[in-house]
T-cell receptor, first 109, second 115 residues
Framework: GQNIDQPTEMTATEGAIVQINCTYQ??????LFWYQQHAGEAPTFLSY??LDGLEEKGRFSSFLSRSKGYSYLLLKELQMKDSASYLC??????????WGAGTKLIIKP | NAGVTQTPKFRVLKTGQSMTLLCAQD?????MYWYRQDPGMGLRLIHY???????AKGEVPDGYNVSRLKKQNFLLGLESAAPSQTSVYFC??????????????FGPGTRLLVL
């Protein structure tokens, strides 16, 4: 079966750095997405990785290792507004998007 | 551009009632999707469409029907609502299914409570 694993919840301090991990087992791989979802709102696109390595976009970076079936989202200089759920999703060989359950990130002052 | 819009935002149904959720996008996207999101679970695909006049089943299609008569609209129907269909429903659209074109843009969601 297809599976995406993320921690259910993480807590971090304002101004710090946090890394949210995602591991996946899917039938094929055609790309990995990270989305942010604030409580009661829709998911919004953060990043896309299809090749191994690090993609940096401002305070957010996303890393991919296809051989290990592993990705992480790195958030730097945490702000209170970063409190949200972070969803990892993988496109399989049929170009279907498989979603993880999401990681709820709690930022404390 | 409004992006992706959904109506209604919230609805309460009694078991056995029917309703239609409307989704509209103004980005000229070919692909549209209906998801449900339940606590502790990832987004689950109900149905999707790869273009006007086409629809296909996703992971959890039972109890739902869809139609895509116009490129910009994707309708989700519940013929006989059940309490198990209490959920938050999201519509999404994407330009394509290759590379970054797969990026999906979501509507604000419809919260459905079936009593």
């Amino acid at each position: 079966g297809q599976n995406i694993d993320q921690p259910t919840e993480m807590t971090a301090t304002e101004g710090a750095i946090v890394q949210i991990n995602c591991t996946y087992q899917t039938s094929g791989f055609n790309g990995l997405f990270w989305y942010q979802q604030h409580a009661g709102e829709a998911p919004t696109f953060l990043s896309y990785n299809v090749l191994d390595g690090l993609e940096e976009k401002g305070r957010f970076s996303s890393f991919l290792s296809r051989s290990k079936g592993y990705s992480y989202l790195l958030l730097k200089e945490l702000q209170m507004k970063d409190s949200a759920s972070y969803l990892c999703a993988v496109t399989d060989s049929n170009y279907q998007l498989i979603w993880g359950a999401g990681t709820k990130l709690i930022i404390k002052p | 551009n409004a992006g992706v819009t959904q109506t209604p935002k919230f609805r309460v149904l009694k078991t056995g009632q029917s309703m239609t959720l409307l989704c509209a996008q103004d980005m000229n996207h070919e692909y549209m999707y209906w998801y449900r999101q339940d606590p502790g679970m990832g987004l689950r695909l109900i149905h999707y469409s790869v273009g006007e006049g086409t629809t296909a089943k996703g992971e959890v299609p039972d109890g739902y029907n869809v139609s895509r008569l116009k490129k910009q609209n994707f309708l989700l129907g519940l013929e006989s609502a059940a309490p198990s269909q209490t959920s938050v429903y999201f519509c999404a659209s994407s330009l394509g299914t290759s590379g970054a074109q797969e990026t999906q843009y979501f509507g604000p969601g419809t919260r459905l409570l079936v009593l």
